[in-house]
T-cell receptor, first 115, second 113 residues
Framework: DSGVTQTPKHLITATGQRVTLRCSPR?????VYWYQQSLDQGLQFLIQ???????AKGNILERFSAQQFPDLHSELNLSSLELGDSALYFC??????????????FGPGTRLTVL | AQSVSQHNHHVILSEAASLELGCNYS??????LFWYVQYPGQHLQLLLK??????LVKGIKGFEAEFIKSKFSFNLRKPSVQWSDTAEYFC???????????FGAGTRLFVKA
């Protein structure tokens, strides 16, 4: 158990819908990362937050957005869902301390199925 | 731009065989290096990491990796694999500022019992 929690574990929805995935980081970690893992694209970095602010952006679509709240949990919002958005979505957390080593610890993931 | 290359996408070995998974990166500065493992149906778990010091790093479950700076490589090794090592292995590179971590495409290892 990494200490990172994600809900829900599974999500089944229809095309065009909007969903919210939630992540709680390990105690003491300030940074949260979101990744998408699919069979054809592999593990893709989406976005990183540090202490409530966006720090780095990866291959995140405009239909997707995220935020990190004052209690440090994060939500990833996916809208206008398409079949191709079906994937495992992982959250990871780290201390986020700049200039130091920064190990990411991954949550169990949310499996999203778009029908 | 930073990039990570894992040469083998799929590896099949018999139990007790030795394992070496390649990882090369492209980045001009100082890096931190990681190997993660993802067992079937599970999340990524940290196997080992290199930050500084001895370039030969030992991780969990008998894995080790060697950082060769001149070759920009961080290959993962295990002298004798077990069926339970069947998993996907990801190499990751992070610039020492800690802002960005890039993951390789992964190598799927299947160990035959």
């Amino acid at each position: 158990d990494s200490g990172v929690t994600q809900t829900p574990k599974h999500l089944i929805t229809a095309t065009g819908q909007r969903v919210t995935l939630r992540c709680s980081p390990r105690s003491g970690d300030l940074s949260v990362y979101w990744y998408q893992q699919s069979l054809d694209q592999g593990l893709q970095f989406l976005i990183q937050y540090y202490n409530g602010e966006e720090r780095a952006k990866g291959n995140i679509l405009e239909r997707f957005s995220a935020q990190q709240f004052p209690d440090l949990h994060s939500e990833l919002n996916l809208s206008s869902l398409e079949l191709g958005d079906s994937a495992l979505y992982f959250c990871a957390s780290s201390s986020g301390q700049v200039g130091l080593t920064d190990t990411q610890y991954f949550g169990p993931g949310t499996r999203l199925t778009v029908l | 731009a930073q990039s990570v290359s894992q040469h083998n996408h799929h590896v099949i070995l018999s139990e007790a065989a030795s394992l070496e998974l390649g990882c090369n990166y492209s980045y001009g500065g100082t890096v931190n290096l990681f190997w993660y493992v993802q067992y079937p149906g599970q999340h990524l778990q940290l196997l080992l990491k290199y930050f500084s010091g001895d370039p030969l790093v030992k991780g969990i479950k008998g894995f080790e990796a060697e950082f060769i700076k001149s070759k920009f490589s961080f290959n993962l090794r295990k002298p004798s694999v077990q069926w339970s090592d069947t998993a996907e292995y990801f190499c990751a590179v992070q610039n020492t500022g800690g802002f960005k971590t890039i993951f390789g495409a992964g190598t799927r290892l299947f160990v035959k019992a």
